[in-house]
């Protein structure tokens, strides 16, 4: 590889870990399942630029005018290097105690509950919060099911709700950096570690009020399950 | 008649770069290998100098927006090499009317049309100007394609359910702001203030496909690069900012205002995606969260760097403080009809 081959070169990797990305479903972790076909195809175009690159710069002998160097293309080894090294996980945790984004009430009468699933409804953090504050009663009778990870809850919150956790689950627009976390309180009495996932199935109970804007809702668990983590670890 | 500009004359030699930055230096590989080994090996240490939870979040913020933007940056350029190796030098310019008053408020409306993100439509309107297309409308349509595109107004109409006023003053807002920035650059806006790439003018002993590779090459890294300097801004306020800030601020007036533009600045959250955050942020008043979604495509730190990156530092100094200033301007007034 010379000086004039080495952008070309550039390309090229930055390309081929695009495909990989997809290939290997690691770009979930960073943004949403949507963007795969796109990400796939820039990474064979950079990747083809960058090989037809090389080509032509080895075959190239006499002079080119010279491209003006980007000197700010190798920043691009930084993103390359920490998911060849590092490989950022998903987000967790960080940041999130005692923080949560409001629900919005629904415009129209919700639809019925999904039917159970090996004797329990699931839903999502986001719906089951939205049932809960805006109509309850469609709640009653349900066992629901929910899963996200664990965020444990600060000694303010556990006197104000009980023991237990925060079930939490972070919805993506398009990337992490959009990411909005929604968080229903567990009450029961494992006391997960961080950033663990959970399975966990019980009763609704009445929401309660909280630091944030809006109460916290509950859910009275019966039975909390270690699970590992989901392939796609955001919802939408 | 109107007198076209001639173009350009493509053979007009420019100077050769200096030797020393005529290419990118294998010390460079090196250093930057050296580095990255050092990282790998150290990281077990290193990690208990800063908290390593802390790391993690800002790397995965910063390879998100990277990764989110990789594959539009990459169409844009395409787009970009395309118009220039394709179209002949004067076919837009002969398609658009030629007063700036009219050509401006088309292309606008060209943007609005497209769906486009804005790390797509940097490239696309440098190749828009590249073609003679004069930078005032060139720079409106960069500034509507991503601000107000059916996708981007779907994605306002989905996330604020039951307000579709919101949809119409995003619209009316960006719309303006793209609309005004163009006029006024037209009337007041200097060419030299933009940086002409001696890379995309094509010389005559080379051919046609290997200077769109060439100029392909060169705008791909550097757009790249830039977008990482931005990405890792971003990501370094993000993680910085202390939770439970935005609670504390104020909620109305001036003050809501300008906090979710600041805000919008230094999350550079995309636009088909900003109007789920905008709408998220409840005890902001209606105005401030319209403002947040009208900064947000026209000015953050993400594209900040990529101005800088492509249309060099005299243009961003004078380009984003306008556009920001319309920004805010535009969503205040349409705010106050809301």
């Known amino acids: 590889m010379n000086a004039r081959t080495a952008p070309s070169a550039l390309l090229l990797v930055l390309g081929v870990v695009a495909v990989q990305l997809v290939r290997t479903e690691a770009y979930l972790r960073y943004v949403k399942a949507g963007l795969a076909p796109y990400l796939l195809v820039a990474g064979v175009l950079l990747a083809l630029l960058g090989a037809a690159g090389m080509l032509a710069g080895h075959r190239e002998a006499r002079a080119l005018p010279a491209a003006r160097p980007s000197q700010a293309g190798w920043l691009l080894v930084v993103p390359v290097g920490l998911l060849l090294l590092v490989s950022p996980p998903a987000l967790g945790s960080y940041g999130l105690q005692g923080r949560a984004t409001p629900v919005a009430a629904p415009q129209e009468a919700l639809d019925a509950l999904p039917p159970p699933r090996d004797g329990a409804v699931e839903l999502t953090l986001r719906e089951y919060s939205r049932r809960a504050l805006f109509a309850p009663a469609g709640l009653d009778t349900a066992r629901l099911r929910l899963l996200g990870f664990a965020v444990p809850a600060s000694a303010a919150e556990r006197a104000a709700h009980g023991s237990g956790f925060y079930l939490t689950r972070i919805a993506l627009s398009c990337c992490a950096a959009d990411g909005q976390a929604f968080r229903v309180f567990v009450r029961t009495d494992t006391a997960p570690a961080a950033d663990t996932w959970w399975s966990v199935e019980g009763a609704p109970g009445p929401p309660a009020a909280a630091a944030g804007d809006q109460p916290d809702t509950v859910l009275v668990a019966d039975r909390v399950t270690a699970v590992p983590a989901p392939r796609n670890p955001y919802s939408y | ?338």
């Open chain 2, 1 to 338: 008649m109107t007198a076209a500009a001639p173009p350009a004359p493509v053979d007009a030699c420019c100077p050769p770069a200096p030797a020393s930055r005529a290419a990118l230096p294998l010390p460079g590989v090196l250093a930057v290998g050296t580095v990255l080994l050092v990282l790998a090996v150290a990281r077990g240490p290193l990690q208990g100098l800063v908290d390593a939870q802390a790391a993690a979040t800002w790397s995965t913020l910063a390879v998100s927006v990277c990764v989110q933007a990789l594959p539009f940056l990459v169409l844009g350029i395409a787009v970009s090499t395309l118009i220039a190796a394709v179209l002949p030098p004067d076919a837009l310019v002969g398609a658009l009317p030629a007063r700036p008053g009219l050509a401006v408020p088309v292309a606008g409306v060209a943007g609005a049309l497209l769906p486009g993100c804005e790390c797509g439509s940097v490239p696309v309107a440098s190749g828009l100007i590249s073609r003679g297309v004069p930078e005032g409308v060139a720079l409106t349509f960069l500034l509507s394609a991503p601000a107000v595109n059916p996708v981007v107004l779907v994605s306002t109409y989905v996330a604020y359910p039951g307000s579709p006023g919101m949809v119409l003053a995003r619209l009316a807002a960006s719309l303006g702001t793209a609309v005004l920035v163009g006029l006024l650059w037209c009337r007041f806006g200097r060419p030299e203030w933009l940086r002409r790439q001696a890379v995309h003018q094509r010389h005559a002993h080379v051919g046609r496909g290997e200077h769109a590779l060439q100029v392909a090459t060169h705008d791909l890294l550097q757009a790249g690069g830039f977008l990482v300097l931005g990405a890792m801004t971003s990501a370094t306020l993000h993680v910085l900012l202390p939770p439970g800030l935005l609670d504390s601020l104020a909620g109305q007036g001036v003050a809501a205002v300008l906090t979710l533009v600041v805000l919008a600045v230094v999350l550079a959250v995309c636009s088909e995606a900003d109007a789920f955050v905008a709408a998220s942020l409840t005890q902001f008043s209606r105005t401030a969260q319209l403002a947040f979604m009208v900064v947000g495509p026209v000015v953050d730190v993400k594209l900040v760097a990529l101005h800088v990156g492509t249309f060099g530092r005299r243009f961003a100094a004078r380009f984003c403080p306008l556009a920001l200033a319309a920004a805010v301007g535009t969503s205040v007034l349409v705010g106050t009809l809301l």
